[in-house]
């Protein structure tokens, strides 16, 4: 199949005037120069395609409100947030495509939940990303009330797995991908988030100073760093002088790990030692050992990408019932 051309403005001599034809109209562009005229035509193109998709989310269409939060959240959320959605989202259109958005129903969201093997916090999570993405399609107005206010969220599991040392030297046992042991690495070592590493280019990389920087979203304040140890920092360097463009953690075949290539490798651990493990697991076992090794909280959270610090210790208020961590720290205090 020929592809097809990109649409591009043409000049009318006896107008004095730029246009260009889009779906078969042509639409004036005005009297300008030819580079302002291209500048008119991507305004234009990006001016129709909102106009579309706007006009696809009144037929109260399951995609396109989709959709249309996803676009939402990219440009007021952290690139990270959305991932996070986008992922699960697509997961489950993937599952009902031709879902009206008034149709759907809890039982909908139960049924594609418990098709997948997942943790108490996994399916929390699924169920959460579906039904905050009705709430929001009725605050905005696109349907009256969310069909799924009715839909029970249950609380998330806290109970995490801190992996030991020799845990995660057991682990990399079950690779031969030396790419995917980079990314376990680095993991463990930095503590980053999983769409951190997985979205990490040699652009966001500063040599100078031994870290990752993120831009943030729009809107938003700070910047998201990640701080390298030395191993990480190696790690880094080598896959930048592979792949000096684009994403930086890749398999074998120069791909880019995505996260559901990435529980597959897991869950093919899980089926052979019966443990579950995940890049999650592995940044939570980076914090619990960094709180035990007298690390301040503060430091800790902002190292995480914390925004609010008292998030550390809601979460890993389990050290408080490790005695021999408390022992410890009481030992600490009294010199």
Known sequence: MAKKREARPWYRPSRSCWYI?????????????????????????????????????????????????????????????????RYRLQRFIDRYPDLNALDVRPHHVQTWVDSYELSKTSRRNYLRSVKR??????????????????????????????????EFDELLTHFRNQDFKDLLRLTWETGCRPQESLRVEARHVDLDNSRWVFPVSEGKTGLRIVY????????TKRLMLKYPKGKLFRNRNGKAWTTDAV?????????????????????????????????????????????????????????????EHMLEQAKKAAG
């Open 21 to 85: 034809t889009l779906d078969g109209k042509q639409h004036k562009l005005g009297d300008c120069s030819e580079s302002e005229a291209w500048v008119r035509a991507d305004t234009l193109k990006r001016q129709l395609k909102q106009e579309a998709s706007a006009k696809a989310v009144s037929s109260d269409s399951l995609a396109a409100i989709i959709d249309a939060f996803l676009e939402w959240t990219e440009k007021h959320r952290a690139p990270d947030t959305y991932e996070w959605y």
């Open 133 to 166: 993405c009705m709430a929001w399609a009725a605050k905005q107005g696109y349907i009256e009330t969310s069909p799924l206010r009715h839909l029970e969220v249950p609380s998330a599991d806290h109970k995490e797995v801190v992996i030991s040392q020799a």
């Open 228 to 235: 390298l140890t030395e191993e990480a920092l190696l790690i």
């Open 263 to 323: 529980n597959c490798r897991f869950y093919y651990v899980q089926q052979k030692t019966g443990k579950r493990y995940s890049l999650y697991a592995l940044r939570h076992s980076w914090a619990t050992h960094a709180l035990r090794k007298g690390l301040d909280p503060l430091t800790v959270a902002i190292l995480m990408g914390h925004k609010d610090p008292s998030m550390l210790s809601r979460v890993y208020q389990h050290l408080s019932l490790s005695p």
